[in-house]
């Protein structure tokens, strides 16, 4: 059972990666640039799929490919727009590339289902963590031209509930002994979450520089009353391949 679900895993982080570039580029077009939507929701979609099979050289070079479709497609349509290019490879290149290695820590060796726990765990918690504390006691603008609701006390809130989280999901590997979590001391656990939720809020205020320079409050409507797939899941973008190059090699090692 555990090749179908790891396939259907994919095909869930696949769908979730369309939606994304499909919202991605509804913002880009919102500021009156002209990318190559389709060709870049294809090309985007199957750059992060391609994280199933945990190759970074085969991921590169569908990313190479999927780019060299956007250029073709750019060229076929005799857009002269440098904007509507560069911001359709980006698409590609920051939904696609950064939503592969999702799969590509899911795919890890035995752990792979703990590492992507382990990342949504810190992500989301930082996100509920940061919600929270900001309502109640936020005063301290944190980036008020980019995103005046967001506050310091908010993002150190965020931050603490994170490492809540992962020390939580540690005792659980201690006492139950769950195998799928990494093996890690308690000090890479809260490494893990720290850089993670550090990692999560950038993400975060990145995709609201996109938001403001649009003019747009959400990035969809896919989930209402929390606006689009990007506006809950931006943090996992920059977040997921943080876990697999820096905090996974050196918790390992």
């Given at each position: 059972w555990v090749e179908p679900f790891r396939t259907g895993f994919s095909f869930f982080i696949g769908a979730f990666a369309a939606i994304g570039l499909y919202e991605y580029y509804a913002i880009v077009r919102a500021r009156a640039i002209s990318p190559e939507t389709i060709g870049g929701i294809l090309a985007g979609t199957l750059v992060a799929l391609s994280g199933h099979f945990n190759n970074l050289v085969a991921t590169n070079l569908v990313l190479y490919g999927g780019c060299l479709l956007v250029f073709a497609l750019h060229i076929v349509r005799g857009s002269h727009s440098v904007a509507g290019l560069a911001s359709s490879v980006f698409g590609v290149f920051y939904i696609g590339w950064f939503t592969a290695h999702i799969l590509m820590l899911h795919?890890?060796?035995?752990?792979?289902?703990?590492?992507?726990?382990?990342?949504?765990?810190?992500?989301?918690?930082?996100?509920?963590?940061?919600?929270?504390?900001?309502?109640?006691?936020?005063?301290?603008?944190?980036?008020?031209?980019?995103?005046?609701?967001?506050?310091?006390?908010?993002?150190?809130?965020?931050?603490?509930?994170?490492?809540?989280?992962?020390?939580?999901?540690?005792?659980?590997?201690?006492?139950?002994?769950?195998?799928?979590?990494?093996?890690?001391?308690?000090?890479?656990?809260?490494?893990?979450?720290?850089l993670l939720s550090l990692t999560a809020q950038i993400g975060d205020l990145g995709e609201s520089c996109l938001k403001r320079d649009a003019g747009v409050k959400d990035s969809g409507i896919i989930l209402p009353g929390h606006g689009g797939i990007l506006d809950r899941c931006d943090g996992l973008l920059l977040a997921a391949p943080v876990l697999y190059y820096i905090v996974t090699p050196l918790c390992t090692n």
């Open positions: 795919a890890s060796a035995r752990v792979g289902p703990g590492l992507v726990l382990l990342l949504f765990v810190a992500v989301f918690f930082t996100d509920v963590g940061a919600y929270f504390t900001g309502a109640m006691i936020g005063r301290h603008k944190l980036a008020p031209k980019v995103s005046p609701q967001k506050t310091w006390e908010g993002a150190v809130g965020g931050f603490a509930l994170a490492l809540a989280g992962v020390v939580a999901l540690y005792a659980l590997r201690r006492s139950h002994g769950w195998a799928a979590l990494p093996d890690w001391p308690l000090g890479g656990y809260v490494y893990a979450g720290g």
